[in-house]
């Protein structure tokens, strides 16, 4: 019997992927069998693609940029002869209260998370009709599932990223294609080291609000993106998949 989740033969282009969740998730696809393009603004998404072997290449990637996107492209086909996975990883978290949040606030988080993933999604969309179709793992967050204090701008960048991935699973669904979102919460990466440094600060003020009483990890969201890129998941599209140990669970009531 085939293993659905074995992802032989499928090559993937994946934003954000030099630290964090897309790096995590570009180990494992290549695990599963695919080869992946990581891009990424950072510089160190090359040493990260050196360190899979022949099965990745590193590309200087700015979401925010449409011929960034393209060459991106370019590179994967020229590479691997294909594209037809893409995991629109990459986004920036800015906290902020409303009054406070400035245009300038406002048009990053945006310009990076909103405009980044419906690039993406346009920029690609010709490679994965050219490769016979194939599946886009948008990630959104549990804020885009919900709202939360001093995320005004995630917030409303991460709904977008869930809306858009439903518009898009109709309209490509035509062209053999698959889109959906994975909402992650309270992920141990260094975006969020950056705001609470300490494990144990982590530990207290973002794994203990959820039902599982931990932060999660980058690999359990990969784990989540490779099912949705793979056959196993065939009849999903459309559809949005939390990854937040039981944080969007909760009717909002204190235990």
């Not at 700015?62 to 590179?75: I, K, L």
């Amino acid at each position: 019997m085939s293993d659905k989740t074995r992802l032989d033969g499928q090559v993937a282009l994946i934003s954000g992927a030099a630290r964090g969740m897309g790096e995590a998730t570009a180990r494992l696809l290549v695990e599963r069998g695919a080869q992946v393009v990581l891009g990424d603004i950072l510089p160190e998404v090359k040493e990260v693609a050196d360190s899979l072997g022949g099965s990745a290449i590193g590309v200087t990637l700015d979401v925010t940029e449409p011929q960034s996107w393209r060459d991106a492209v370019d590179a994967g086909e020229q590479a691997f002869g294909r594209i037809n996975i893409l995991v629109n990883n990459a986004g920036i978290l800015l906290i902020e209260g409303l009054e406070r949040t400035t245009d300038d606030i406002y048009d990053r988080v945006n310009g990076v998370n909103a405009r980044g993933c419906f690039l993406g999604m346009r920029e690609v969309h010709p490679a994965l009709k050219r490769a016979g179709g194939g599946a886009i793992v948008n990630i959104s967050s549990v804020e885009g599932l919900g709202g939360n204090r001093f995320l005004v701008a995630y917030t409303g960048s991460k709904f977008a990223v869930r809306g858009m991935t439903k518009a898009a699973a109709i309209e490509l669904a035509d062209d053999g294609i698959r889109v959906n979102s994975v909402h992650p919460g309270g992920i141990d990466t260094p975006m969020v080291r950056h705001f609470v440094p300490e494990e144990a600060d982590r530990q207290k003020g973002i794994g203990r609000q959820v039902a599982m009483k931990r932060t999660g990890k980058a690999e359990e969201v990969a784990e989540a993106v490779a099912f949705l890129a793979s056959d196993a998941a065939s009849y999903i599209t459309g559809a949005e998949l939390a990854v937040d140990g039981g944080a969007t669970a909760t009717s909002g009531f204190k235990h």
